[in-house]
Structures are given as C-alpha cells and as structure tokens.
C-alpha cells in the first residue's frame, strides 16, 4: 500500500502563486508516475500534470504556462508549482500514484486551493 498526503493549499488572491506538496509513503518502491488532479465545486475531477520518474511531464492546457510539477525522487514527494492563479483554478487539488500513468491506484485525501479577493 502507499500513502499520499498533501499539504500546501490556502487562500490566495488573483495572479498569486501557491506551492502544493504530495508525499508519498508506504511501498514506494512501485511509484514511478505521480500526478495532480483537482475538482472544483459541481464539476468532475479533471487531470492537473503528470510526472513520471524518468522526467516526462504532461499538463492540462488550463494550466500550461502557469502550473510546474516537479518531484523529488529522493525524498518520494512531488510538488505542483501554481502561478498566476485564477478564480477558476479553485478546488480540491489530489494527489494521484501509481506504477505508471495508466495504473494510478492511490489517492491523497486533497488539500483546499481557494483563488479569491
């Protein structure tokens, strides 16, 4: 089994920055692909990026330009870098792993991301 707990979430303004963590414990030694997702309010959970091991990264196009994920292997945690945020960027952001992007079995619990004035 594998834990995620995520940490980082808060209230921001328009056009601020937040840096979200996931890190992951457990049988970690299976966890090649790590990723965010995030659901607001009424809407389905949709993908945020991905990140495998070996470096390749994926975004959603909501996000390119603005959002950066990165890992620490060493330390199993990966991190979503989130500039120039948005009203629309508010919700729940989840961690997601597994053993590779088409085999993410394990969820964090979320952390709250709220974009307001």
């Known amino acids: 089994q594998v834990q995620l707990v995520e940490s980082g979430g808060g209230l921001v303004q328009p056009g601020g920055s937040l840096r979200l963590s996931c890190a992951a414990s457990?049988?970690?030694?299976?966890?090649?692909?790590m990723g965010w997702y995030r659901q607001a309010p009424g809407k389905q959970r949709e993908l945020v990026a991905l990140?495998?091991?070996?470096?390749?990264?994926a975004y959603a196009n909501s996000v390119k330009g603005r959002f950066t994920i990165s890992r620490d292997n060493a330390q199993n945690t990966v991190y979503l870098q989130m500039n120039s945020l948005k009203p629309e960027d508010t919700a729940v952001y989840y961690c997601?792993?597994?053993?590779?992007?088409?085999?993410?079995?394990?969820w964090g619990k979320g952390t709250l991301v709220t974009v307001s004035s």
């Open positions: 990140i495998h091991k070996g470096g390749s990264t």
């Open positions: 457990g049988s970690i030694i299976s966890i090649n692909a």
């Open positions: 997601r792993a597994g053993r590779e992007f088409y085999a993410m079995d394990y």
